[in-house]
């Protein structure tokens, strides 16, 4: 049974916000963006599809980004460059960005680089399994056994992506700094993996881009914003303290105080909430509406490529 859902009371806070990001305007250097970087910062509306995924599904959506498995359905093998190229024509002829889904924070079983018999004997940087998701597990992401499985050779993840043809890549888990301790050194970690994997994935595609999910915490580093093309955020109105449930105003405060450095920057920033209830969903609407970001609503499963809005 759902929980009976109300708004948090953030409007007034929200208008601020809107009221400042309405005098920002973009630099010269903005304006000289990549194709592929003004496109991603134009967009109005994404999706968001990790299982059961069937491009052409995707290339009817309008959406002007697409978040995707590099995978179709369960399969260890990724996309073909025509898959992507498909899913990339909209239906009316122009052009979506389409991002490649990367897990850096966990190792998941069901991904090309397992071996069964990690069950048993794991490597040395492989950890316990998630129990909100059974299949993914914790990794010590600074562990350069890790990192050479995410990048740096042609049976890597990142490398399986960029021949696919990908626009970019969408980095998930970038928050697994926040567990176990020193995390002030596990944030300095992070952020090194991502700079890294940003800067090889460039030398191959100078116009690559690079979105994270979820971790703002870093992007009170400029060194950290500056290698981002954009930044996506799950629950930030709803869901902390579980679905449907509405976030306090200091929770989407602590969130907003670290995006609004981002979008002052001009860069943009992709919200997804997992509502079901309608007056969950007009409120996050209107919200988003007053930050200026695009809006996904969705299951947690993301089996589905039609938002719970539609």
Do not use: C
Not at 19 to 29: D, R, V
Not at 175 to 204: C, N
Not at 246 to 272: C, D, H, Q
């Amino acid at each position: 049974m759902m929980m009976p859902t109300h708004r948090p009371d953030v409007t007034g806070f929200l208008r601020v916000i809107a009221m400042m990001l309405a005098m920002f305007s973009p630099t010269e250097a903005q304006a000289e963006e990549p194709a592929r970087l003004r496109e991603l910062s134009a967009a109005t509306s994404w999706i968001y599809q990790l299982q059961e995924l069937v491009p052409a599904r995707i290339a009817r959506t309008s959406a002007d980004v697409a978040v995707v498995d590099m995978a179709q359905n369960g399969s260890t093998l990724p996309l073909s460059r025509s898959d992507v190229e498909r899913m990339r024509v909209k239906p009316d002829g122009t052009r979506r960005i389409v991002l490649a889904y990367l897990s850096i924070g966990e190792a998941e079983d069901y991904r090309f680089y397992w071996h069964r018999n990690w069950r048993y004997a794991p490597p040395e940087w492989l950890g316990e399994e998630n129990p909100d998701w059974p299949g993914n597990y914790q990794v010590e992401f600074w562990h350069p056994q890790w990192q050479a499985i995410l990048f740096g050779g042609p049976r890597s993840y990142l490398d399986q992506i960029q021949s696919a043809g990908f626009d970019g890549v969408y980095l998930d888990r970038v928050d697994a700094f926040a567990h176990g301790l020193a995390q002030d050194a596990r944030k300095y970690q992070m952020r090194e993996l991502v700079s890294r994997l940003a800067a090889y994935a460039r030398m191959r595609d100078p116009g690559f881009l690079v979105v994270a999910q979820n971790g703002e915490e870093l992007l009170s580093d400029p060194e950290y914003r500056r290698v981002l093309d954009g930044f996506a955020k799950e629950d930030l109105f709803f869901g902390v303290n579980g679905d449907g449930v509405p976030n306090s105003k200091a929770e989407i405060r602590s969130s907003l105080r670290y995006i609004m450095t981002l979008l002052n920057e001009g860069k943009p920033v992709f919200v997804v909430e997992y509502l079901r209830d309608a007056t969950a969903i007009e409120a996050a609407e209107g919200y988003a509406d007053l930050l200026g970001v695009p809006l996904y609503f969705a299951q947690r499963e993301l089996d589905d490529v039609y938002s719970l809005q539609q």
